[in-house]
């Protein structure tokens, strides 16, 4: 008898409490502002959401300058530099700070860390907007590292005053091997007061590596510049999963990749809206795999607050 056609669906997936709440600011701002409401880079990094909020009046742009003076702007989940602050002021925009408090925790780090005069050694990927924001935070203490292989180029003033940061939504593993190297170079080296790889992007990627070796093919539903949903293509490839796309929508599936296929593996980045996996989960139905199984490796239940400027006016008793 053929072996029945299943999908195992990981849990926790899809969007984390940072994004929930910047996708919901830019939807409260334009509620209560009405459009356009202008929102520096993308709100998160996601295709479907950037396009449903454009279609409702948000305005994308790069830059505060591309903003008209006096204008609302709301920053992104990623974060900003203290310039990025400081053009806003200059044009006087009305700045909606959506930034995840988890970004805002590793900027208050840098800073701190800054101060006391260390060498800051940042973990992150080249050009992704988050390290352009902590970066900004103390630009002179503060240097880049890319992964393991570029430990070499790492230099201090004092090696007794080292201490590593990382971005949010790195892989867990890869970062560990980057520090193991920065640790053989600089022993001293200080960690971090708490996890700079945020809850959201660690859960996701256990779900992957619990049920990676039991799958022929991993489907992750999130956007190429979506920099948590990319590490889980290469966790589910790391941990034993014959094969694993990334793919924005159900329609993208190319179906020779289910050829052979008996076990689909199915998660989603944090910033991507569970609307998305679904229409994954029917296609797959078209394709017999009806049998679908939650693999959960963690329950989360951590929400934000939105944004000072969207909360209600406190009233006075
Ligand atoms: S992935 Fe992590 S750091 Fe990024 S918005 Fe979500 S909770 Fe915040």
């Known amino acids: 008898m053929a072996e029945s056609k299943r999908v195992l669906l990981a849990s926790p997936r899809g969007y984390c409490a940072g994004v929930d709440r910047a996708v ?4 409260r701002a334009l509620d209560k502002h009405g459009a356009p409401v202008y929102v520096r880079k993308e709100i998160v990094h996601n295709r479907h959401v950037v396009e449903t909020l454009s279609d409702r ?23 900003v530099s203290p ?3 400081r053009t806003a002021a200059e044009r006087s925009l009305q700045t909606i700070d959506a930034t995840c408090p ?6 208050q780090e840098a800073k701190r860390f800054a101060r006391d005069d260390y060498d800051i050694v940042l973990i992150g990927h080249e ?48 970062t560990m ?26 859960n996701r990627q256990v779900a992957v590596k619990a049920m990676a070796p039991k799958c022929d093919l991993v489907i992750v539903v999130g956007s190429k510049n979506s920099s948590n949903s990319v590490r889980l293509v290469e966790v589910a490839l790391q941990n034993g ?49 009806n049998d679908v199984e939650t693999v959960t490796t963690a329950e989360e239940t951590l929400t934000f607050a ?12």
């Open 83 to 85: 310039e990025v602050h």
């Open 127 to 174: 050009g992704h907007e988050e390290v352009e924001g902590t970066s900004g935070e103390a630009p002179e203490h503060i240097q880049l590292v890319d992964g393991p292989d570029a430990v070499d180029q790492v230099q201090v003033r004092d090696p007794e005053r080292v201490v590593w940061l990382s971005q949010t939504t790195l892989s867990v593993d890869e």
């Open 102 to 107: 988890l970004v805002t925790k590793v900027h």
């Open 241 to 289: 999963a014959k094969s694993s796309y990334l793919v924005d929508y159900a329609r993208e599936i190319d179906p020779t990749w289910l050829d052979g296929v008996t076990t689909v593996g199915l998660t989603s980045g944090a910033s991507v809206p569970e609307v998305l996996v679904r229409g994954v989960v029917d296609l797959l139905a078209e394709h017999g795999f």
């Open 177 to 202: 091997q980057t520090v193991k190297r920065l640790r053989e170079k600089f022993p001293l080296l200080n960690d971090p007061p708490s996890d700079d790889i945020c809850y959201a992007t660690q």
């Open 57 to 79: 009046g948000a305005i994308f742009v790069n830059e505060t300058d591309e903003v008209p003076e006096s204008a609302i702007v709301v920053f992104s989940a990623h974060g």
């Open 24 to 27: 919901e600011a830019v939807e």
């Open 306 to 317: 939105l944004p000072r400027e969207l909360r209600p006016a406190r009233t006075a008793n």
